[in-house]
């Protein structure tokens, strides 16, 4: 029977389904971080359980580090005690941690990639939702709460109802300064932040294969933002290319073996979806967020929506009392405070790339706060290494030490009430970069052109 | 967890759509290392000013509603973060049963491994309800998850919601996917000695 690349690997990770239509669901890979762990290791000590497999757990601290002299003991006490607690508790049950200092330390989503460690046709979990970073290489993986941690911890599986599929096709050749950023950021404002609720999403057509694997890990990091379950993009050359020569890739004729698994993983042609979704990706444009959640975008060079009445109403004037703006307003023209590059959607080395090469020569606008934050130790030394570190400091970009940082604001990186942030994160959330503060969510490149102008333009104008 | 079978309860209305897990409980709370006390900072930026005074006309602050362990949510409620640390403030802060009309997933599972119950219903029952508390703000819902219903005072038929009969039987008797998981050893055993995909 035709399957689709969900169900394929749905499939193989059943270990038994149970009365009632649930799943005893394997996971292969658990990833952990400061966060959603620590009572997940005393749930397990509480009932006197242990890991399962060891082996198949690694460990970060991401969320809640400083970004600022990492080599020395965290100043917050209660950030320290947490970070301090992942590191007894990865000692204590024999987990590898890659904590602060170690040369593979970043966002949890984005080590996993670039140390090999999410590889196609596997399942990961990890205590966060953008987990669905990792569907870019053709991988089931999703978020999950501290309860669950602790299942996968005592049994390496989870008790599941399936999800629903749905595909999303892409078709067409991206604009100049149109990203895979913008390319999600659409496809959220047409769905709205639940559109996708009870769904599992593969991404599919000519745009989402001519995307880079950054690119598509940013696509997939944001399907939690119109509430899907995962979403996920079947592996192809390109995947293969990135994966090969990692840390923990398989080696010599394992990676053989391995690629001719991984090349069977697509949907069949006539798979069925529970819902089909296409857009015209030769359409789309720059986009940029005007209100408090992911589905409230628009093209950047657009007016914000007027709404007529609906249930919807009440919570839409909120969001634009918080942000500042009116109905059918342009933000063009909008002064901007702060920038902020980075989070698991966008802190990789193209993305630095893409700033750097913009900023190459420019000064940020005398007003605005610049902060660029790497997602991980390895893409902080690469930048370094091509000396994107100086192209930022001369145009006026503090590059800081990798974290989740400003995205939600647990460390000292916030942004102040009332300030706006063009911002390369995944939500706009109230409060999420800090009591007050109002986050428009946008590509690099956007936020890179806004940081120089000190303000929204139409960036189709300002491109090198 | 503890058992949850019927309730009789006052209702919280917060008719605010897409209600995310960070309004829920901000992030720069989530640095405790245990589950308990996050109910202090419920919904902390929506009720508190920035020195810490309540805000009047939060609803957590109007006296009306104190004590009521019902909470009346716009649709999709818990979207964003997988934050359980939500579920178990909401819990924190006595409510046991969330109402909406949809509830985002991963929020979903998490307040079922709490013991709070996300009870759903249609846009239509949800709008009524609203009204019913904004006429009455001590109008008291009855929950019975045996039988699935909630009744509204006033109402001539009681709602019936749907809810996975496992997660029922969990929920009614105290239960969670551990003692499941771990009960199925021989069976995951036996599974791994047969994963081809992992090179």
Known sequence: MA????????????????????????IDRHLIHEVTSPQAFDELTARGLTLRRTEQIVATADHNVPTRHQDQPIQDPLSRSQVDKLTENCAKFGVELYGLGHQYQGIVHVIGPELGITQPGLTMVCGDSHTSTHGAFGTIAFGIGTSQVTQVMASQCLLLDKPKRMRITLDGDLRPGVTAKDLILYVISQLGTGGATGYFVEYAGSAIRGLSMEGRMTVCNMSIEMGARGGLIAPDATTFEYVKGRRFAPQGENWDRAVAYWQTLYSDEDAVFDAELQFDASAIQPMITYGTNPGMGIPLSASIPVLNGGSEATSFDKS????????GESLLGKEIN????????????????????????????????????????????????????????????????????????????????GAYCVSTSNRNFEGRQGPGARTLLASPLVAAITAVEGRLVDITQYLN | MEKFQTLRSGVVPLPIENV?????????????????????????????????????????????????????????????????????????????????????????????????????????????????????????????????????????????????????????????????????EAAITAFEQQRSWVF
Not at chain 1, 3 to 19: C, N, S
Not at chain 1, 320 to 326: D, K, P, T
């Open chain 1, 3 to 26: 399957k689709t690349l969900f169900d394929k690997i749905w499939d193989a990770h059943v270990v038994r389904e149970v009365a009632g239509g649930l799943t005893v669901f394997y």
């Open chain 1, 338 to 417: 702060y920038v902020f590059i980075g989070s698991c959607t966008n802190s990789r080395i193209e993305d630095l790339r893409t700033v750097a090469a913009y900023v190459r020569g420019k000064q940020k606008a005398a007003h605005v706060e610049a902060i660029i934050v790497p997602g991980s130790k390895q893409v902080e030394q690469q930048a370094i290494a091509e000396g994107l570190d100086k192209v930022l400091a001369e145009a006026g970009f503090e590059l800081r030490e990798p974290g989740c940082s400003a995205c939600l604001a647990m460390n000292d990186d916030k942004i102040p009430a």
């Open chain 2, 20 to 184: 995310d897990t960070d309004q829920i409980i901000p992030a720069r709370f989530l640095k405790a290392t245990t589950r308990e006390g996050f109910g202090a900072n419920l919904f902390a930026d929506w009720r508190y000013t920035a020195d810490g005074q309540p805000k009047p006309d939060f609803v957590l602050n109007d006296a009306r509603y104190q004590g009521h362990k019902i909470l009346l949510a716009g649709k999709n409620f818990g979207c964003g973060s997988s934050r359980e640390h939500a579920a178990w403030a909401l819990y924190d802060a006595g409510f046991r049963v969330v109402i909406s009309s949809y509830f985002a997933d991963i929020f979903r599972g998490n307040a079922l491994n709490t013991g709070l119950l996300p009870l759903q219903v249609s846009d239509e029952v949800l709008q009524g309800l609203f009204e019913v508390v904004d006429q009455d703000p001590q109008a008291a819902l009855m929950v019975d998850l045996q039988t699935q219903t909630l009744t509204v005072p006033g109402w001539a038929e009681v709602i019936h919601f749907e809810l996975d009969p496992y997660k029922k039987e969990c929920l009614i008797n105290g239960y969670d996917d551990i003692d499941f998981l771990i009960s199925q």
């Open chain 1, 320 to 327: 634009l009392r918080y942000m500042g703006f009116q109905p």
